[in-house]
């Protein structure tokens, strides 16, 4: 009897530790599944709107720009202006004196007068036949000379007076009245800046894609807006030294808002992309022969070859191997294989991937 309940109870005991042995079993059955289900995100491919653009800076310029000179030698007499006004084409900006000029054409109006007569006598003197030619040719020259020299002091009395050779806005003046001033001496600058130009570098694989009337996006640091100009000049030679390419922009500058030598951060858009599908730059991994992503499929990682269009700061743009709504993981790319269980622990928002941090 007593063996009987040995056996029974060894029996139970028995029955007892295989219970405990399977649950446990079937707990690191569990715990070996979750174990290998890896969490990863993921962004579903919507088509967007997308930008070829390149990032450069560059430099405002005046249009025109020169430095205001006199042409002769003269003490200034009268200064017309004040630093840093508006001034008008042909505006009268600094008088020389003239006097000796002026001294000079009233000698020489007496002279052309004298000349006159005297032609005139030997014209009739040739109509009678009581001169000769030569000496009316003399005659006759010395007035075309008298003339001649009106017309240079007439010009050297010009020459005097600097005026404005455009519309545009003066600089600090650098002289005052009594100044002697001779052709070195610099006045003022002088600078035409409505419009203005904006001049930068692009690398040379850009060199045929920046043509003439493309627009340009600028901002600058004195402005919290945002300016832009359309190209109208490219160098037509790359530079050896930096194997960039120089291209200028112009700009309308009504409020006189932007300033020659301010510094420029340019966006110049190449092509515009629609229905164009974007990724993070991290979900494209590269491979001997090009590119690949991972797509989520049926709850596992499936490798897909791809080509790449538009590379942006944080973003790449995908040409051609997936298509609109194909979901794309995007971390956990170092632990992925072909037909691995995976589980998406969350989405990015395709509308905000271009502006990923």
Known sequence: MIKRINYLSYVALLGFFWQCSGKA????????????????EAVVLQPQHLENKITTTGTILANEEVDLKSEINGRVVSINFEGGSRIKR?????????????????KLK?????AKQGSSRQAQLMEVSATTQEVYDAALNRLKIAQADIELVTVQIDKTEIRAPFNGV???????EGSYLTPASIISQFQEIDPVKVEFKVPEKYAGRVTDGMKVNYKVTSSNKEFSGIVYAVEPRIDANTRTVTVRAKTSNP?????????????????VLENALVVPSQAVI?????????????????????EVGVRAERTIHLSSGVMPR???????????????????????DNDNVQNLP
């Open 25 to 40: 079993g079937n707990g690191e059955s569990s715990v070996e599944r979750t174990n290998t289900l890896l969490t990863v």
């Open 90 to 106: 042909g505006q009268l900006l600094v008088k020389l004196d003239d006097s000796d000029l002026k001294a000079q054409l009233k």
């Open 110 to 114: 007496v002279e052309v007068e004298y």
């Open 170 to 176: 003066i600089g600090l003046r650098q002289v005052s």
């Open 255 to 271: 409020k006189f808002e932007l300033f020659p030598g301010g510094f420029a951060e340019i966006d110049i858009v190449l092509e």
């Open 286 to 306: 590269p491979e001997l022969n090009g590119q690949v992503v991972y797509l989520y499929k049926s709850g596992k990682a499936k490798q897909v070859a791809v």
């Open 326 to 348: 194909d979901t794309v993981i995007t971390t956990g790319l170092l632990q992925l294989k072909d037909d691995l269980p995976i589980e998406i622990k969350s989405l990015i």
